[in-house]
């Protein structure tokens, strides 16, 4: 665990199913109260010294029936990094089932038109047999329809109509 210093700003909570204790803390006051430099364990232990359960460090492990102090602290959630999203509206690539009826799969989803038409022309080659969308939402911009199977026909020949 870090220092109190790498501790975004928010709530501290520190509980214990042993004694059914709890506290909320905020980070503020606990930097000011054990200074930025303090270790989370250490401020754990601190805040838990008086509950009956807590061994001190260095004891012998516990025995098997005997309570420990199950304390824990829950820091406040480290802040995401938000991804940049491009103006506009973004465009899906999808290929649709060979027998049709329902998309297979959803294979990207790209904001400039340019890029999206280009992995519109992959996916096309990738997937000969199925229909395949380029879609703007609801909107299709660009369709590959699922080629027609073709029926083998015998192919009449000369000789064989000479014999009829």
Do not use: N
Not at 63 to 70: A, F
Not at 101 to 108: F, K, S, T
Not at 131 to 150: K, M, N, Y
């Amino acid at each position: 665990m870090g220092s109190l210093r790498d501790v975004l700003p928010g709530r501290v909570y520190v509980d214990c199913s042993s004694c059914k204790r709890s506290g909320r803390y905020s980070v503020a006051s606990l930097r000011e109260r054990f200074g930025p430099d303090m270790s989370t364990l250490d401020i754990l232990r601190t805040l838990t010294a008086s509950c009956r359960y807590q061994r001190p460090p260095g004891s012998p492990p516990a025995r098997k029936y005997e309570h420990l102090c199950l304390a824990a602290i829950t820091l406040p959630p480290p802040a995401r990094p938000t991804t940049p999203v491009p103006p506009g509206v973004p465009f899906t690539i999808e290929v649709w089932k060979e027998t049709g009826g329902c998309v297979e799969a959803q294979l990207a989803v790209i904001y400039p038109i340019a890029m999206a038409r280009v992995a519109f022309e992959a996916a096309c080659e990738l997937w000969p047999k199925h229909e395949v969308t380029l879609r703007d939402r609801c909107r299709i911009v660009a369709r590959r329809e699922r080629p027609e199977e073709t029926v083998a026909v015998p192919a009449i020949t000369a000789g064989s109509a000479a014999t009829r």
